[in-house]
């Protein structure tokens, strides 16, 4: 699993209340991404991270924000949960440079918004 | 823009029937790509990647994959399936510096016993 956690795994809420999803790496690896997964759509890609404290807009960023105050910790916020953003959302990691850079992935986050 | 498609959405084999699963991107540079496979309830664990050289790569439990540059292609193959292959698979395309992948749509297998 390249050392990625993941938590919660599942998670239940009501529409409008925050949550927060977090993903935690042991080998500080630069680079983390955020995707969901919906069916019919594959993985599509929120927010990624390049370092602390430097984060971009992926695919699909509207309604979600993220923050990196550590190498091993990338939180994705969704600051008012809409029944929309009921998905499956994994975190990933780059392993390796260039040409050989591979994404790992972590077990996801299954997240259920009433 | 880039994309990736795979128009097979479900495929249902039996058990020793060879596999070929289709992945078409659309990027005008030098690509990289993947095979992901995802047993149900599990993660995306990586099959195989192409980042240069022979077009024929092979990766883990059997799978391989040809790159057809001139087709856009990257379609994903295995001679022999098993029960245990059934999983959903997913074709990527890496884009850029950022790492950041595209992904297909992704293509159920059903391998019947």
């Known amino acids: 699993d390249a050392g990625i956690t993941q938590s919660p795994r599942h998670k239940v809420t009501e529409t409008g209340t925050p949550v927060t999803l977090r993903c935690h790496q042991t080998e500080n690896h630069r680079y983390m991404y955020w995707y969901r997964q919906d069916p019919g759509h594959g993985l599509r890609l929120i927010h990624y991270s390049y370092g602390v404290k430097d984060t971009d807009k992926g695919e699909v960023s509207d309604g979600y924000s993220v923050s990196r105050s550590k190498t091993e910790d990338f939180l994705l916020t969704l600051e008012s949960a809409t029944s929309s953003q009921t998905s499956v959302y994994f975190c990933a990691i780059s392993v390796g440079q260039g040409v050989g850079e591979t994404q790992y992935f972590g077990p996801g986050t299954r997240l259920l918004v009433l | 823009a880039q994309s990736v498609s795979q128009h097979n959405h479900h495929v249902i084999l039996s058990e020793a029937a060879s596999l070929e699963l289709g992945c078409n991107y659309s990027?005008?540079?030098?690509?990289?790509l993947f095979w992901y496979v995802q047993y149900p309830g599990q993660h995306l664990q990586l099959l195989l990647k192409?980042?240069?050289?022979?077009?024929l790569v092979k990766g883990i439990k059997g799978f391989e994959a040809e790159f057809i540059k001139s087709k856009f292609s990257f379609n994903l193959r295995k001679p022999s399936v098993q029960w245990s292959d059934t999983a959903e698979y997913f074709c990527?395309?890496?884009?850029?510096?950022?790492?950041?992948?595209?992904f297909g749509q992704g293509t159920t297998l059903q391998v019947k016993p």
């Open positions: 192409y980042f240069s050289g022979d077009p």
């Open positions: 990027y005008g540079g030098t690509v990289n």
């Open positions: 990527a395309l890496r884009s850029g510096n950022t790492g950041k992948l595209i």
